[in-house]
């Protein structure tokens, strides 16, 4: 049975909702309800574009046990056109390609497995825009 806690950021993750501060304009993701900012919590929501470049990432070689059948996989902190940063894995591409700069599309897809039941847990991937 997956975690209570992919329950709860289900509708952040799949739909890439994120806040926007009313007083300083920070937007953070995951929602936050003060803005680390300003520690205002007068908020808006607002939903993030699919798209962004990625500013830094790193190959993953020996990771979490339930990630040993991707090893080794690349992980990037993406920077939406809205200025939200949001870690996601980069799919579909040689590591050569990675690099600062780099523009990506979130694409909705499997993340994980949870459990001997072998639940599927979804999110966002990076896939770099050709």
């Not at 890439?16 to 304009?25: F, K, P, T, V, Y």
């Amino acid at each position: 049975m997956p975690s209570p806690r992919y329950w709860r950021e289900i509708p952040g993750r799949l739909r890439l909702e994120a806040s926007r501060c009313m007083d300083c304009g920070k937007v953070s993701y995951p929602v936050r309800n003060v803005c680390p900012a300003c520690r205002s919590k007068k908020r808006e929501s607002l939903r993030l574009s699919p798209k962004g470049r990625i500013v830094t990432h790193t190959i993953i070689h020996v990771g979490p046990t339930e990630f040993q059948w991707e090893q080794p996989y690349a992980i990037a902190v993406i920077e939406t056109p809205e200025r939200a940063r949001l870690m996601a894995q980069v799919v579909d591409c040689d590591f050569e390609e990675l690099k600062a700069g780099l523009e990506v599309e979130l694409e909705l897809r499997c993340v994980r497995r949870e459990g001997h039941a072998g639940i599927l847990c979804y999110g966002h991937k990076a896939v770099p825009r050709r």
